[in-house]
């Protein structure tokens, strides 16, 4: 029954010939709860990729300013969505928007990366509840999650279904870690850094470089 559910989806997703930036319809949480179900070996993104703009749709117009995302409809979506759109709440709230997209795609990069979990809140929740052992420090530091920041949180939900929806050009040079300019961790030594933007620098294990 799941792999007809994934099937449907994926047939009925494909055949939309363009995907508005507005089109939030309930099928997009279907979806992302089917791909979760998908056959292992699957990638969670692979699946989201169908609900993205088709190439004859022309160029998403993506302005990395608040006053473009604040225009962009309200954001809604499933388990996933909701998982990116918090991290990025804990994790770059304070950030530009550009900066706010360089990490969504960091967190995307890493659930394509066979290294890490196959869902965005697998990646997210990795290391959880050993304190201070987590991937993303919001998640294991003992302190209670609140989002009291109403206007932030509904900003970064957008740029997280933004993202995932795959609008916006690649920023971070296939990145899979980033931390603040504020700190000098010993473990970016051993990777190289693919770009800066805002107070986050950029790193791969690879080689690419991103221009920003």
């Known amino acids: 029954m799941k792999r007809f559910l994934l099937t449907a989806l994926l047939s009925a997703a494909v055949a939309v010939p363009n995907i508005s930036m507005a089109d939030r319809g309930p099928e997009r949480p279907e979806a992302e709860k089917a791909a979760v179900s998908a ?22 117009e993506v302005s990395f300013s608040r006053t473009w995302i604040d225009e962009q409809p309200k954001a809604q979506g499933g388990e996933q969505w909701a998982c990116l759109a918090e991290a990025l709440y804990f994790e770059a709230r304070g950030e530009t928007v550009k900066g706010q997209f ?55 939900a957008k740029v997280a279904r933004l993202a995932l929806d795959g609008v916006a050009e690649e ?32 790193y791969s294990p690879g080689q690419r470089t991103a221009s920003n």
Not at 180 to 200: C, E, L, M, N, Y
Request: with cysteine; proline share 6%.
């Open 39 to 60: 056959p292992k070996g699957k990638r969670f993104r692979d699946y989201l990729n169908a609900f993205r703009p088709q190439p004859d749709a022309g160029p998403v």
């Open 171 to 202: 920023l971070t040079g296939g990145a899979t870690y980033y931390h603040t300019t504020a700190v000098k961790p010993s473990w970016a030594r051993r990777f190289t850094q693919t770009a800066k933007i805002g107070v986050h620098l950029f």
């Open 102 to 156: 360089a990490v969504a795609e960091v967190i995307l990069n890493r659930v394509q990366s066979e290294r890490f979990p196959d869902t965005p809140c697998g990646v997210i929740k990795q290391g959880t509840g050993r304190k201070y052992q987590c991937q993303f420090t919001y998640t294991c530091d003992g302190r209670k999650d609140v989002i009291a920041e109403k206007a932030a949180y509904e900003r970064v």
